[in-house]
């Protein structure tokens, strides 16, 4: 079957490579002159089912005011006219109920415990490598209140079998060495072992040299216009480049996807989420971090990623814009410093930031849609690394016709009731 991929992110690369392992003939789209050259590109670096959870959750609201009024706040809001992001909000208010997170959580865990086991599995068949590290991610707790209030996040972890130990200062330190030279910064941890890091854009860049020994095309630079329609069905993709013709098209384009869906009348909500990131290059090893910790006061992540920190947070609402802001990276580099003042040069850091392509509900929207021969891997939001390696699989067994290993209920389109117009 020929298929057309389009996006070149980790969920675009890692669907091309599994159809291509399935036998079937795979051309890539992207207007980027590389893979992963958007939002895949300086992630936090985190794969982590251990913490894969909705955003919206029961005293989200009331926190995310918190949050916003802080002096390296982790939530940033750009008042701006756009019925998406409107719709898009009540959506997320409406999933900040304890039910909801239930039923969104277990979704996600579903998902992203299958795509552990299949990063595990394509690592042994491919050898292939990412500054990748299996030590865990460390929360850090700077306040005891902090500390005293894991108890219902250990207890959700509990109900998943998700590994995890609370850690004194000493037990964070013994975790993260180079934690012994700021002490006094915290209280305790929470630590999920069976969590990884490593870095995605090298991953998907590999793994698209991978795809390409197996016959996959990427037709970098070619930017997407449109999804013909054809009677009911998607009878080309034009680009820039002409219309091209394939049996299956795959929507993988992020925070893009909804953008080239809506003329289909197909209506996801999909939204843009900017997070920001710096990569710090190390100068002393010792006082580097070795896998990752989460500073929960912030919402930061530090991650060491071979001879580099990766430091990545903030939630900026904002739309489209890929506008730098300096206080986002003054945060950044606040965090990082504070924990690790001498692990690496923040003056020679680069500062990047991407758009998480967020539902409300956190998980992604996979599989087949109404409209025959068109497919949606899209939606990842926070979690598109740590998820990458189950969609590959299950989007190559939904288009070759086969039953994915894991329940696709609730992780597809049909549990939006207002997707088609
Ligand atoms: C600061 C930050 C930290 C994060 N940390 C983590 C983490 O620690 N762990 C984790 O699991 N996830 C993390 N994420 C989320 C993760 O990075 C995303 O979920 C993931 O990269 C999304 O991948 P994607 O392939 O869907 O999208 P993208 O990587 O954006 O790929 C979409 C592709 O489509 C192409 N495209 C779009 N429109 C067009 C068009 N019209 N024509 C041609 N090409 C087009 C783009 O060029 C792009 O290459 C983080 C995100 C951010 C921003």
Known sequence: MKVIVLGSGVIGVTCAYQLAVAGHDVTVLDRQPAAALETSYGNAGEVSPGYSAPWAGPGVPLKAIKWLLMQHRPLVIRPHLDLAFIRWGLAMLRNCTAERYE???????????YSRDCLVELRAQTGIRYDERMQGTLQLFRT????????????????????????????????????????????????LPGDETGDCFKFTQNLAALAAQRGVQFRYG???????????????????????????YLVALGSHSPLLLKPLGVRI???????????????????????????ETHKVAVTRLGDRIRVGGTAELAGYTLKLHDARRQTLEHVVTDLFPHGGDVSRAE???GLRPMTPDGTPVLGATRIPKLFLATGHGTLGWTMAAGT??????????????IDMAGLTVDRYPNAYA
């Open 144 to 191: 005891q209140a902090q500390l005293d209030g894991t108890a219902a996040d250990i207890a959700v972890l509990q109900r998943y079998g998700v590994r995890y130990e609370l850690l004194d200062m000493d037990g964070c330190i013994r975790h993260e060495p180079a934690l012994a030279r700021t002490r006094e910064k915290f209280v305790g941890g929470l630590l």
């Open 269 to 295: 909500p999909v939204y843009p989420v900017k997070g920001y990131s710096i990569t710090v290059p190390i100068t002393d090893a010792s006082g580097a971090p070795e896998s990752t910790v989460m500073d």
């Open 392 to 405: 590959g699989r299950v989007m190559a067994d939904v288009i070759g016709g086969g039953t994915p290993q």
């Open 222 to 248: 070619t930017q997407i216009k449109r999804l013909l329609l054809s009677g009911k069905q998607i009878d080309g993709v034009v680009t820039d480049a002409g219309t091209l013709k394939a049996d299956a």
């Open 351 to 353: 500062f990047w930031c």
């Open 103 to 113: 039923v969104n959580k277990g979704r996600m865990v579903r998902l992203a415990e």
